[in-house]
């Protein structure tokens, strides 16, 4: 695979390309993020699970988010999903799940164990990491948390390649 500028291409076999998404930094400044769109079916009737819309995907019922890190994993990336206090690779009630060495010390580099803000899937594949922010198309947006995240991660020497937005739709069927 080649490396370009150091880091491997996010080469995602699901989600279609969109314009970079601009987004103000806590100190004014601004930066266009990388975004790729993605639709989804809801489960019908409409429900939720850990306050998250559950999505029917063929074979399982996943969010956003999830559904994200199990498509990573299928590409050989190690993946999941951050909450501030540890990672997972499912929906509740799976247990939480760990990282590799080198995977779980690139992300504590950005605040070390303060995870507030840490974009929802972190992923990890030869070095590189992503971080990978789920919104819902009309529904969210990008945090002031979030903001604060990615303004660290900058600092401490990640680039607007690490970072990747995934917009997503669902309907029900």
Not at 8 to 24: D, I, M, N, R
Request: hydrophobic residues 45%; glycine residues 4%; charged residues 30%.
């Amino acid at each position: 695979m080649a490396v370009m500028d150091g880091l491997l291409p996010l080469k995602l076999t699901f989600g279609k390309p969109e314009e970079a998404q601009v987004l103000s930094l806590p100190d004014g400044s601004r930066v266009a993020v990388q975004k790729r769109s993605m639709e989804f079916r809801l489960l019908s009737p409409a429900r939720k699970r850990w306050n998250k819309p559950v999505l029917d995907l063929i074979d399982k019922q996943e969010c956003a988010e999830t559904a994200v890190v199990r498509l990573l994993a299928e590409d050989q990336w190690e993946a999941v999903w951050v909450s501030s206090n540890g990672y997972r690779s499912d929906l509740p009630p799976a247990p939480f799940c760990t990282l590799n060495a080198e995977a779980e010390a690139e992300l504590r580099k950005v605040r070390g164990n303060k995870l507030t803000g840490c974009w929802d899937v972190f992923a990890f594949k030869n070095g590189t990491a992503r971080f990978i922010e789920c919104k819902r198309k009309k529904k969210d947006s990008i945090t002031l948390p979030q903001r604060e995240w990615l303004s660290a991660a900058l600092k401490v020497g990640f680039t607007l390649e690490n970072f990747l937005i995934i917009e997503w739709t669902a309907a029900e069927v």
